[in-house]
Nanobody
Framework: QVQLVESGGGLVQAGGSLRLSCAAS????????MGWFRQAPGKERELVAAIRWSADSTWYADSVKGRFTISRDNAKNTMYLQMNSLKPEDTAVYYCAADTKLLRLSPGNFDSWGQGTQVTVSS
């Protein structure tokens, strides 16, 4: 199993920036892809960005393209989400997740989850 711990959430004004981190431990050799999800109150959890663990391949939801950047440091087993130009609608609990299934990108293929970190963007 893979254990994931997020950090870096907080309160920021609209237009500001935050950087989230996700530290992975355990069976990290089994990670194929990692991603960041978010869930706002009353809404379904959505995938916002994903990155292959051993290849230069990234994916972004349209709502965050050009504002968010996903990256990883394999030596530290850590994934990041740099969030710029934040908007009030980015307010949510952000979760990191790992996909060990070696299949195509799909939210349903992520099988390890962190506990979540709150991001609040004030207007």
């Amino acid at each position: 199993q893979v254990q994931l711990v997020e950090s870096g959430g907080g309160l920021v004004q609209a237009g500001g920036s935050l950087r989230l981190s996700c530290a992975a431990s355990g069976r990290t050799f089994s990670i194929y892809r990692m991603g960041w999800f978010r869930q706002a109150p009353g809404k379904e959890r959505e995938l916002v960005a994903a990155i292959r663990w051993s290849a230069d391949s990234t994916w972004y939801a349209d709502s965050v393209k050009g504002r968010f950047t996903i990256s990883r440091d394999n030596a530290k087993n850590t994934m990041y989400l740099q969030m710029n130009s934040l908007k009030p609608e980015d307010t949510a609990v952000y979760y990191c997740a790992a996909d060990t299934k070696l299949l195509r990108l799909s939210p349903g293929n992520f099988d390890s989850w962190g506990q979540g970190t709150q991001v609040t963007v004030s207007s």
